[in-house]
């Protein structure tokens, strides 16, 4: 069965630090990898997509993926009270469906 | 770019009753939609794929009589809760996938919140 792990939280950070968010999967063949925020009572939203192995970057955003050790994060840098929310991470395989982690609760606080 | 929209956004009815929610794909052609249902403080669990022009694919445990799935056009997916209880009250969200560069992305719409008295 494919799984995506993700350490529930909460996270708390100062404003103004580094977030670090963490999300391992099972799927050796997993070829796209996600990351939603996702604030209370809404739906998620789409912040990063990647790919390759290696950092993407993306304003305060930096996504790192590591195929070998089948384990994708989030960086965010220059954390605000407005990224408290919880971070979902979502794994497919060749285009399917999307399987999600059950979610990083973020707070940061002023 | 890549917006969906749902609707309606919240909805109360009545037990027994059917409710029917939309999603539209506004700025993009969507071959595929998915519709997801989360409770509260639990992750999105995916109840079907929806493919345009052809019958929906159910995940395990889901009823596919219960929640019908029309994808008539490359922009609009509908859900219908048939026969609605109190126990099918949640968080129903549905998503479009984009097709090109980053062909499974998945884009989310807002969600439409049902409460079944």
């Known amino acids: 069965q494919k799984e995506v792990e993700q350490n529930s939280g909460p996270l708390s950070v100062p404003e103004g630090a580094i977030a670090s968010l963490n999300c391992t999967y099972s799927d050796r063949v997993s070829q796209s990898f996600f990351w939603y925020r996702q604030y209370s009572g809404k739906s998620p939203e789409l912040i990063m997509s990647?790919?390759?192995?290696g950092d993407k970057e993306d304003g305060r955003f930096t996504a790192q993926l590591n195929k070998a050790s089948q384990y994708v994060s989030l960086l965010i840098r220059d954390s605000q009270p407005s990224d408290s929310a919880t971070y979902l991470c979502a794994v497919s395989t060749y285009g399917n469906k999307l399987v999600f982690g059950a979610g990083t609760i973020l707070r940061v606080k002023s | 770019g890549a917006v969906v929209s749902q609707h309606p956004s919240r909805v109360i009815c009545k037990s027994g009753t059917s409710v029917k929610i939309e999603c539209r794909s506004l700025d993009f052609q969507a071959t595929t939609m998915f519709w997801y249902r989360q409770f509260p403080k639990k992750s999105l669990m995916l109840m079907a794929t929806s493919n345009e022009g052809s019958k929906a694919t159910y995940e395990q445990g889901v009823e596919k009589d219960k929640f019908l799935i029309n994808h008539a056009s490359l922009t609009l997916s509908t859900l219908t809760v048939t026969s609605a209880h109190p126990e099918d009250s949640s968080f129903y969200i549905c998503?479009?996938?984009?097709?090109?560069?980053?062909?499974?992305?998945?884009?989310f719409g807002p969600g439409t919140r049902l409460t079944v008295l």
């Open positions: 998503s479009a996938k984009t097709s090109g560069n980053g062909a499974d992305t998945q884009y």
């Open positions: 990647i790919y390759s192995n």
